[in-house]
């Protein structure tokens, strides 16, 4: 029978989400329904809010689930298991099945993956991968895209035992960044924010230099502690200003430069192109969910991936727009997460 949710909707004005109570459908063949535990909001998510959307939208990336419901084609999970949401396909064979809901307007619309601001989430399986019943599954939620990324870039650029390492923005992206460089080996870790606490967030996630600098005055820096640059450099600046991008010249001849980061629109794809042609940047591998995901449960376990530190931020799905509006203003230190009271 179908399933009712409260979910959070981008109606098209600008910076505003309303709660909707909509009723999902029945799963089909490849879906599962989730009830959820709690969801990341990342910066992809705030350019989605500020921009004008053409249909409503259900934001959200990443999360962690319980499954209630699965199709009869369902292989990945089952009932009850505890799983995380990622917009990252397992199974890049077949199209995914997107369930089509309707709207409070009318309206109705398929719902792409992983729209996990909600209480309820219909989803195909390929976005979803069983983990154990963590003590903390509202801080896992972050793993399905803003550690993901951050793994896949510290693997895309080969990160290995004793290299140098600049990571340049500390909020969630960043700060995964640094955990999993730190778990790769790097020896020196080099922090750069214009923010204390972000700063010292970093610290606690393995840095081993923090710049409270500009990104020019940082680079002079940097030339200074690396001679002939650093071996890698992580650009996880979520701004879209080109003056606030190191670009490659931090980093040593045959070293990498990476932009890490999953644009919410387009239009902010097309900004990320750019600075990366500009900056001489490459982009990371895409996530593998099925083989990075049991690494960083791995991380987790034996205390190299501090999610206490990345995730800094807790709210309700009813301040939600109290928890953009911090985003947006820069005070929240790392990742941001949703925590979702189920309903009964």
């Known amino acids: 029978m179908p399933t009712t949710a409260r979910v959070v909707v981008l109606e098209g004005d600008f910076g505003v989400c309303a709660i909707q109570e909509l009723e999902l459908p029945d799963p089909g063949p490849h879906q599962a329904v989730l009830e959820i535990y709690a969801a990341g909001i990342e910066h992809g998510q ?33 009932v009850g298991d505890v799983v995380l949401i990622t917009p990252w396909s397992a199974d890049s064979g077949r199209e995914p099945e997107l369930p ?24 195909d399986e390929q976005f979803v991968v069983p983990i154990p019943n963590l003590m903390d599954k509202e801080g896992a939620s972050v793993l399905g895209n803003t550690t993901l990324l951050a793994v896949s870039a510290v693997r895309t650029a080969g990160v290995g035992e004793g290299d140098s390492v600049a990571v ?3 909020a969630g992206v960043g700060l995964s960044t640094i955990a999993a460089a730190a778990a790769a080996g790097a020896g020196a870790i080099i922090a750069v924010a214009r923010d204390d606490e972000r700063l010292e967030a970093a610290t606690a996630a393995g840095a081993t230099e923090t710049l ?6 940082a680079v002079e820096r940097i030339a200074e502690l690396a001679p002939g640059g650093v071996d890698h450099l992580f ?20 070293g990498s430069a990476l932009v890490v980061g999953l644009p919410g629109t387009e ?6 192109d750019a600075i990366v042609a500009a900056g001489g940047y490459t982009l ?7 083989e990075d995901v049991p690494v960083l449960l791995e991380w987790i376990e034996d205390g190299r991936l501090p999610i206490a530190t990345i995730v800094t931020f807790r709210c309700t799905i009813e301040q939600v727009n109290e928890a953009t509006a911090l985003l947006e203003a820069g005070d929240v230190v790392g990742q941001a997460v949703m925590v979702v009271e189920p309903l009964r």
């Open 46 to 78: 705030l350019q989605q809010v500020e921009e004008p959307q053409p249909l409503p939208v259900i934001p959200g990336r990443e999360g962690t689930a319980r499954v209630l419901e699965v199709g009869s084609e369902v292989t990945r999970c089952k």
């Open 100 to 123: 089509l809901v309707e709207f409070d307007d009318g309206t109705e619309t398929e719902v792409a993956p992983a729209g996990s601001w909600g209480t309820n989430l219909i989803l």
């Open 168 to 170: 340049f923005g500390c």
């Open 212 to 217: 409270n600098l500009s990104s020019a005055a």
């Open 235 to 254: 650009d996880c600046v979520y701004e879209f200003e080109t003056a606030s991008r190191p670009g490659r010249t931090p980093v040593r001849d045959g």
């Open 267 to 272: 239009e902010r794809q097309d900004e990320l």
């Open 284 to 290: 990371p591998d895409p996530p593998s969910p099925d």
